[in-house]
DNA sequence: CAGAAAATTTGCTGATCACGCAATTTTACC
DNA sequence: GGTAAAATTGCGTGATCAGCAAATTTTCTG
């Protein structure tokens, strides 16, 4: 199935990601050029191109990577499992893979990676772009699993769409969390926050 | 206070603004270019990025007002009140004032403008953009108002996001109800069950 | 294994965008 | 009125992104 020209594929667009990473990491977002990231992976500035339409996809391609495996996880849960359980799991398996569910302090590079996502305002629109693009997606997945109708129900928009916030707000939350906790169980508690209520702390 | 010189700015900002709408929904969004709106609204080219420093700016311009103005209704709510209250009628306010709280059905062309919102990929990501952008001010406005401290609580972050999103949602779903509701209503339902809770209907 | 067919890479080109800079025009203030 | 501040404008530059067609590489077929 997976000949030498879907093998190469893959290696080039790895290649294009991590060395668009790497540059945007060691040199500053904006003194990175499409030519300089195509030149680092060793393929034409034109074939850039053929695999991300913006400068910015190449740096959150991981991040895209990620949005996409929460929604096919979300697909793969067992179908009596209760929403909110299929949910967390879902979102929370591809942080989990990157940033350790335990006490590993996850490797510095990749903890930089994410924080530029959030402060590089344009890789931070480019983030917000890719994770709502999917959620039409999501809204599917959940209404099929609570077996409404995705076009006339609110509920799995609604929810489709802040559990991704919330998401966002965990993640943001950790990189400036001072000490430093585990993202897991902070993503977990997010969306247990959002299934059982926000009402204001002190009232 | 509002010598010439502000009104001045204040009626080209319109100008570039409404103008790049009346064109985009004419000719369609890539058939408009920066050139031409600056045209139509009768000033050169450069000092459109004066005032917007990106095509779609200025066509989003509505939308970052809404959004700003939401964060500015919150300020001023009555110290007192408890925050769900203020929330939803700070977020619903600038909606209110532009698609009508009542039966009153919405000009079809503001309809078009905001439906080119969601539905032109470009659009909806400068959208997204500036409703995210502007969340910081929104955690920090809900954390005076709580008493929490915006840097160390999840929740006063946690809120705005999902607000943020609960609104997108509401709007979204606004746009493809048939037949039409009227959308004041929908998005305070939707902020009343982001904050009582998202359990899944059937269980 | 040879050669055709299909997919990918590449260079070239053109349209557009966004901004720095300096000159010009417009507004504000005394 | 005259000067200082602010806004507009034109010009030039660098960069992004996509269409197209030629060249290269991989796959398929006899």
């Known amino acids: 199935m997976t000949g030498l020209r879907e093998r190469k594929k893959q290696a080039t667009r790895e290649a294009l990601m991590t060395a668009a990473l790497r540059l945007a990491l060691a040199r500053g ?16 500035p034109r074939t850039y191109n053929n695999y991300f339409s913006s400068k910015y996809e190449a740096i959150t ?16 849960r067992p179908p009596g499992e209760p ?11 591809p942080w ?10 996850p490797p510095p590079e990749l903890l930089a990676g994410i924080r530029m996502l959030s402060e590089e305002p ?8 890719v994770a ?9 997945a959940i209404a099929e699993r609570v077996g409404a109708d995705p076009a006339r129900d609110l509920y799995p928009s609604l929810v489709a769409v802040t559990v991704t916030a919330a998401v966002q707000a965990g993640v943001a939350h950790w990189l ?11 993503l977990r508690d997010c969306l247990r926050a959002l299934a059982a209520g926000l009402p204001a ?3």
């Open 132 to 140: 709502f693009a999917a959620d039409g997606e999501l809204a599917a």
């Open 29 to 44: 977002l904006e003194n990175v050029r499409v030519e300089d990231i195509a030149a680092e992976a060793g393929v034409s």
């Open 201 to 203: 702390p002190s009232e």
């Open 83 to 93: 929403l909110w359980e299929a949910l967390t799991e879902a979102m929370v398996r």
């Open 61 to 76: 391609a991981r991040h895209t990577d990620r949005v996409r495996a929460s929604v096919a996880a979300l697909r793969a």
């Open 176 to 186: 400036r969390a001072d000490p430093p906790v585990p993202l897991v169980p902070l």
């Open 96 to 105: 989990a893979e990157h940033a350790g569910t335990t006490d590993t302090a």
């Open 122 to 129: 344009a890789l931070r629109a480019e983030s917000l772009r």
